[in-house]
Every structure is written in structure tokens, then in C-alpha cells.
């Protein structure tokens, strides 16, 4: 089944110690990102990337790191979480884009959610 | 930033009536992408519009892409109970870049 999978979906944390949101799809897609999804801010891109060993930041990357070391993978890092990092975080892949010529019409797939507290 | 504003934030309408949700921005955007999210979902893509001015219909769903690509329109025609959701426009920006710009939503309810 094609999908997007993110782990965990739930996570409670402290102050300051670093976790890792893994990412995962299995459609060989080419662009992947990172969301955070607050009420009343919709969703804000973190960081996005559009191959393997490229990625780029987003509207709010502040706090966050990403890497690509493999096509399938894209884990979002937060090095010391701040409670303003509480959030319901979405991981989504599309098959490619269209790097800047014309509008892509690639429909972007999301994972399921990632619902982070930072006490 | 913040450069899509949607309107309006929340709709609760009765079944069988029509409605539109907007989405402006003072931005161009290379295309615009319409998506629907369920509770403890992630959103579901309904449709991308490409041309300025071009018109896409989904059954009782109808999208729209303003001339400029600026600003983009959603009607639902005879809104059924199914239909509640959160309703997102997303505008695609691919100057230099690929981006995606997400509005703030709209919660739409549709009572039976």
C-alpha cells in the first residue's frame, strides 16, 4: 500500500531534549516536507526537500533540522525543543516538482500526524 | 507569513444549500491546490489549478483560479452532511523555490 508513515504519532517531552520525528515513504517520490499545523495558523511548511542530499528551509525552519540521506527517508530533528514546538506536525512526499518552469500539478500525500507536547 | 487569507474561518450551513469559500493573497502563485482534512487526519489533496482563470469541477465541488493567480474560490453546490471538513487552499510557489503556502482553513459543517 502506498503510503506516508510517521513516527511516533504521539509525543510528550521536556525542555531541551532532543528527539527525532521519523518520516517514511514507500512511492519513491522525489519531494518531501515537513508541516506544523497550529489552530488559527493552519499549516506552516518547516523545511522541504526535493531530492536526496538537498533540502531547503520553509516558512518557519527556526528550532528545526532535516536531512535526506535517503530517498524514502526525511526525519524532522529539534534539537532542544521549546514548548512553542507544541504542535500536530504532518510529514508529505510528492512524486517530483516541477523546479520552477511551470506549475506542478504533483498531489502532495501526507502521513498521518505527529502530535508533539513540550512541557 | 502568512500569505493566503481564507474566508471564512468556520460555516455551518444546512443540507442542500450552496456556499463558497475564498482564498486571496497579494502573491502570485504557479498553481493552487484545494485539500480536505478529516479529524486526526492528515489533509487529502481534491484538486490543483494551473491556469489563470480556469475552472475545475469535482461533482458538487467547483474551484476556480482567479485571472492573476492571486486568489482562488471554492463553491459547493446542495452541501450534503459528508461534505463537513476542514477545507485548505494551498498556493505553490516555484520562483527560485518549491514551496508550498497553506491558508489558515475553513471548517465547514453541514447539518442534516
Known amino acids: 500500500e502506498a503510503q506516508v508513515t510517521q513516527n511516533p504519532r504521539y509525543l510528550i517531552t521536556v525542555t531541551g531534549k532532543k528527539l527525532t520525528v521519523t518520516c517514511s515513504q514507500n512511492?519513491?517520490?522525489?519531494?518531501m516536507s515537513w508541516y506544523r499545523q497550529d489552530p488559527g495558523l493552519g499549516l506552516r511548511q518547516i523545511y522541504y526537500?526535493?531530492?536526496?542530499?538537498?533540502?531547503d528551509k520553509g516558512d518557519v525552519p527556526e528550532g528545526y533540522k532535516v536531512s535526506r540521506k535517503e530517498k524514502r527517508n526525511f526525519p524532522l530533528i529539534l534539537e532542544s525543543p521549546s514548548p512553542n514546538q507544541t504542535s500536530l506536525y504532518f510529514c508529505?512526499?510528492?512524486?517530483?516538482?516541477?523546479?520552477?518552469?511551470?506549475?506542478?500539478?504533483?498531489?502532495?500525500?501526507f502521513g498521518p500526524g505527529t502530535r508533539l507536547t513540550v512541557l | 507569513t502568512q500569505l493566503l487569507e481564507q474566508s471564512p474561518q468556520f460555516l455551518s450551513i444546512q443540507e442542500g444549500e450552496n456556499l463558497t469559500v475564498y482564498c486571496n493573497s497579494s502573491?502570485?502563485?504557479?498553481?493552487l491546490q484545494w485539500y480536505r482534512q478529516e479529524p486526526g487526519e492528515g489533509p487529502v489533496l481534491l484538486v490543483t489549478?494551473?491556469?489563470?482563470?480556469e475552472v475545475k469541477k469535482l461533482k458538487r465541488l467547483t474551484f476556480q483560479f482567479g485571472d492573476a493567480r492571486k486568489d482562488s474560490s471554492l463553491h459547493i453546490t446542495a452541501a450534503q452532511p459528508g461534505d463537513t471538513g476542514l477545507y485548505l487552499c494551498?498556493?505553490?510557489?516555484?520562483?527560485?523555490?518549491?514551496?508550498?503556502?497553506f491558508g489558515t482553513g475553513t471548517r465547514l459543517k453541514v447539518l442534516a
Open positions: 526537500s526535493m531530492n536526496v542530499e538537498v533540502t
Open positions: 502573491s502570485v502563485f504557479s498553481s
Open positions: 512511492m519513491n517520490h522525489e519531494y
Open positions: 508529505a512526499s510528492s512524486l517530483s516538482y516541477d523546479g520552477g518552469s511551470a506549475a506542478s500539478t504533483d498531489t502532495q500525500y
Open positions: 489549478v494551473v491556469t489563470g482563470g
Open positions: 494551498a498556493g505553490v510557489m516555484t520562483s527560485g523555490t518549491y514551496k508550498y503556502i
